[in-house]
Nanobody, 125 residues
């Protein structure tokens, strides 16, 4: 079982950057494909970015392409989401998630086995 803890959220102006981190504990981190999801008020949770166990394969939602970068460090049991050129529509609670199965380009939240508690990202315009 994996325990996931996010950090790095906060308030930033439009055009700014934030770096979210997710620290994992429990089962061997490299066993998990990882992902970042977000949920804005009144909206469904949506996929943002995913990364394979090795870190070689990376997937992004269209809204994140060119602005966000997902990475992982299996030695440090962390996955990171670097967010640049932030927009007001990026405001949401961001959660990291882990799955024991291979990730895909457009995964559903239900495909992930473990979740962090989330971290708030607020982008002011």
């Amino acid at each position: 079982q994996a325990q996931l803890v996010e950090s790095g959220g906060g308030l930033v102006q439009a055009g700014g950057s934030l770096r979210l981190s997710c620290a994992a504990s429990g089962r061997t981190f490299s066993s998990y494909s990882m992902g970042w999801f977000r949920q804005a008020p009144g909206k469904e949770r949506e996929f943002v970015a995913g990364i394979s166990r090795s870190g070689v394969m990376k997937y992004y939602a269209d809204s994140a392409k060119g602005r966000f970068t997902i990475s992982r460090d299996n030695a440090k049991n962390t996955v990171t989401l670097q967010m640049n050129s932030l927009k007001s529509e990026d405001t949401a609670v961001y959660s990291c998630a882990a799955r024991l199965t291979t990730t895909s380009a457009k995964p559903r939240a239900s495909e992930y086995d473990y979740w962090g508690q989330g971290t708030q990202v607020t982008v002011s315009s």
